[in-house]
């Protein structure tokens, strides 16, 4: 969502308060760093098709690489802009690969180089690139996605999926060709490549495990190189119940007890102590179910509905798959499921609350459906049992869904909770260990104006007639979208109708089924250690890369070398990062 979105929200939420509203402050407005993201493209030399390289003649911070890339490979880090390599306006997904990812790519793909070509399956090989969320789970952080859309939508699947497409939720959503072609769809790269991930990781990071006599155990591992530091099996705390964050031996106040030096996951040799792992914690919550279960399945909480039907061709129980994987996993469908869980003996956790996308925060169902702010509560609370931090991404998507049908209050309420939210995570977090960065993927062609006096309602009338056709019109516009009505040869008297209403459809210029993004530049709003590196007009690739720098994850960890002397206060590597979407 662009600026004119934050503004009519803190308007809104102001006015929520009973308040004039123009007075009030989102919680972001609180932060104190704040950039834009540019959509002006800059120096950059765009790969041909079947090339997976995109040459800036002026990285910054770090560098991403797609699997298999040479040394000589460097990705464009400059930034963030929030155009795509073949859009001046944006999309959904080539954005997210940006800011998620650290390279700019295609619209309509997800986690690859502009190599790829949208539903082009057989462009796919050898063009993936991997997300700030695999650098943290590398690092040994345990990592949570929360959205309101499904969890397969544009978003979110960046942070761990790879495809040609957007739209290939599930199976049953694929082209044969891509199918064929051995292209996976989305829901299963959700359960499948996540856990490839934790199991995956080079570098040892700090991931605690449950061992067997009931202790809390974790790995301490170096920071400055894989192979250099500390590889020790302690005791940090006396069991699972405790949350308390434990400092590093040698800290004061904290006597390990060293169990076992074992070699690096990999080596031959020593097997690490029984009980203990790599697997750290993680936490999905949004919507989605009908991806994960056999076409014409029945959904559970809607079964007579065929709409919510199970869409996969293969016959696969993906939630099943999962739950099977996941030992000390949880599977919740219901709000009521959710908040009852015992986070202590929970290191799993996948919700999925709507067959597809979540209700509109307006219209949600309190007895079944958890608001936003609920699903964050949850994640932050059970990733902050690991001791070396967390990466968390949380979108208030259906902001991005109630701008494209035109409904403005809709989008708007959903940005207000989105707000609640970030003051919510603000709240459970700390910024001398905590990096948050409230931004967006693209703005729409939202806008409100005509002259309205202090305090004017927000989605009321402007206080002025057109001097052309001589009707009122609301101060909400919107320059394209479903809005656009001619009655009987004139545009419609909005006086008539209720434009007060949550589904309301303001008026628009031109008529779209959908209206569009907009293509000018979003804000980025960052507070926390590091939250310096946020300032001025940026390309939106850069965005990863400097919470990466922050946190001493991904490729560019030369820095850290300092963070191993013992004259240097131990913060970098045990950095947590959150990343707040207004989609």
Not at 139 to 146: E, L, M, P, S
Not at 169 to 187: H, R, V
Not at 378 to 386: G, W
Not at 409 to 430: F, P
């Amino acid at each position: 969502m662009g600026v004119s979105t934050v503004t009519a929200a803190r308007i809104l939420k102001g006015q929520l308060q009973h308040g004039q509203g123009e007075e009030s402050l989102l919680e972001m407005d609180k932060f104190p760093f704040v950039a834009l993201a540019k959509v002006s493209p800059p120096g950059t030399r765009h790969p041909p098709q079947g090339h997976g390289r995109a040459v800036s003649t002026k990285p910054k911070l770090g560098q991403g690489r797609a699997k298999g890339a040479g040394s000589g490979t460097r990705w464009l880090c400059q930034g963030p802009a929030t155009y795509n390599t073949n859009a001046q306006v944006p999309d959904s997904a080539g954005t997210a690969t940006a800011y998620l990812c650290g390279v700019k790519a295609n619209e309509g793909t997800l986690g690859v180089s502009a190599g790829v070509t949208r539903d082009r399956c057989n462009t796919t090989k050898g063009q993936e690139v991997t997300s700030i969320l695999h650098w943290a789970k590398e690092a040994g952080k345990a990592v949570g996605i929360v959205t309101t859309t499904r969890v397969t939508h544009a978003t979110p699947s960046a942070a761990y999926a790879h495809s040609a497409s957007r739209d290939w939720y599930s199976d049953g959503e694929m082209p044969p060709d891509a199918l064929e072609g051995g292209c996976k769809d989305i829901a299963r790269q959700l359960v499948e490549n996540i856990p490839e991930i934790e199991v995956g990781m080079r570098t040892p990071g700090m991931c605690p495990t449950v061992s067997e006599d009931g202790t809390r155990t974790a790995w301490v591992g170096g920071w400055s190189h894989p192979r250099v530091g500390i590889r020790l099996w302690i005791d940090v705390w006396p069991g699972p119940q405790t949350v308390e964050e434990p400092g590093l031996p040698g800290d004061a106040g904290l006597e390990p007890r060293v169990v076992e030096e074992p070699q690096l996951p990999g080596d031959v040799g020593l097997e690490p102590p029984r009980g203990a792992g790599l697997d750290c914690e993680c936490v999905i919550l949004g919507g989605g179910r009908k991806y994960m279960y056999p076409k014409n399945v029945s959904d559970v909480e809607y079964p007579h509905e065929e709409k919510h039907r199970g869409t996969r061709l293969d016959g696969r129980n993906l939630v099943q798959a999962w739950q099977e994987a996941k030992p000390r996993g949880k599977y919740v469908w219901h709000r009521r499921g959710l908040l009852a869980l015992n986070l202590s003996r929970v290191d799993f956790l996948l919700g999925l609350f709507e067959p597809g996308d979540m209700v509109y925060e307006l219209d949600r169902n309190n007895d079944t459906d958890p608001s936003l702010s609920e699903m964050v509560s949850v994640a932050i609370r059970m990733l902050q049992k690991n001791p070396r931090g967390f990466f968390l991404l949380v979108e208030g998507g259906r902001i991005d869904h109630g701008h494209h049908e035109g409904k403005a209050k809709q989008a708007l309420h959903e940005a207000v909770e989105l707000d609640r939210a970030i003051g919510l995570a603000t709240r459970l977090t700390s910024t001398q260990d905590t990096l948050s960065v409230v931004t967006a993927d693209h703005s729409h062609v939202f806008t409100f104006g005509g002259y309205t006096p202090r305090g004017n309602p927000i989605f009321g009338l402007a206080p002025m007639q057109s001097d052309v056709d001589r009707k009122p019109f609301t101060s909400i516009l919107y320059g394209n979208g479903p809005g656009y009505k001619i009655v009987a040869g004139e545009r419609e008297n909005v006086s008539a109708v209720d434009f007060a209403h949550a589904d309301y459809q303001a008026q628009s210029a031109v008529p779209l089924r959908q209206e569009t993004h907009g293509g000018e530049d979003v804000a980025v709003f960052a507070r926390g250690p590091m939250a310096h590196l946020l300032h001025g007009v940026h390309e939106q690739n850069y965005i990863p890369h400097a919470m990466a720098y922050a946190a001493c994850i991904g490729s560019n960890r030369g820095h850290c070398n300092a963070a191993a002397s013992p004259a240097t206060p131990l913060l970098l590597p045990f950095l947590s990062l959150l990343l707040l979407l207004l989609c």
